[in-house]
Structure formats: C-alpha cells, structure tokens
C-alpha cells in the first residue's frame, strides 16, 4: 500500500495491511490462529474462524472490544480501523519503520544525521537523481525541502 492513502479502505484491507507490514523481516504474517490467541489474550475473546471472516471481509461491524484488542495486538490506535486521516499516518509510519529495517537505508538516514542543511539538501538531491534513473518516484515522502514538515 505504499504510497495510498487509507480513504475508501475496508476493514479487512485495513487488518491484512497491519499483518502484511508487521510481520518480522524475513517471517510471516501471524495465522488466523495466531491472531484470535492475540486478540483474546488482548481482553477480547475471538476464534480463529471469526479472525478469518474479518480478515476476508465476511465481518466487518466489529465491536468496540474487539477493535480495542486488535489495536493492542498491532499497536495502532482504535481509529485507525474507523478513520481514514489515523489510518494515513499510522500507513505512513509503518512504511517508515518497514524502510528502516533495510540496513542501507537506515545507514544512509543516520548518515545524513548532523550534516549541515545545504549539506542534507546535497544528500537528497542525489538520492532523488538516482530514484528518476532507476525509474521510481523522485520523492516517495512527499516533502519538498530538506528542514520543511509538510
């Protein structure tokens, strides 16, 4: 999801992104099982089938407990199943943390740590010149300049 925003997203494309972006690198998502023994031992008690019908879109009116349990499991807030602009930021920092498990990338961000403002602005330009020669987006991050939150 990369990039999307959560607008329009139903609750089971909401659950499936959590489990696809927060399974440890190199492992899989949590089983339906897995899941329902999370969301119980969270303070709400479910079964794997319930957990399956959620995540295939077969639920998707939820209890209040029931979400509650599912944003402790993924430590998300509550909202992020019911609103689209927490579901956007929470996207946004699970892509960050997805990235910085890539031991380059996280070289290269704390890298730029402590460099100069031109000089973090020199870093991003390359970065961007080489993003257009590999044929990606030149900015993935949606900000315009090195020192200004947008």
């Known amino acids: 999801m990369s990039g999307v925003g959560a607008a329009g997203q139903s609750l089971a494309e909401r659950l499936n992104h959590l489990l696809a972006t927060t399974a440890v690198p190199g492992g899989k998502p949590l089983t339906t099982r897995e899941l329902a023994q999370k969301v119980t031992e ?31 499991v993924f430590g998300v807030p509550a909202a992020y199943f019911v609103d689209d602009a927490t579901a956007d930021k929470v996207n946004a920092d ?3 943390l997805a990235a910085l498990r890539d031991g380059d ?12 403002p031109g000089s973090q602005e020199t870093v991003m330009n390359v970065i961007r010149q080489v993003r257009m020669l590999e044929g990606l987006k030149p900015d993935s991050t949606g900000r315009k300049s090195v020192g200004r939150d947008n």
Not at 106 to 115: K, M, N, P, T, W
């Open 42 to 72: 969270a303070g709400h008690q479910v079964s794997h089938t319930y957990v399956a019908r959620l995540l295939n879109g077969q639920t998707d009116d939820p209890s209040l407990r029931c979400l509650q349990a599912l944003a402790k």
């Open 105 to 116: 990338v996280r070289f290269i961000a704390l890298g730029a740590r402590g460099l100069s």
């Open 94 to 96: 699970l892509e960050l």
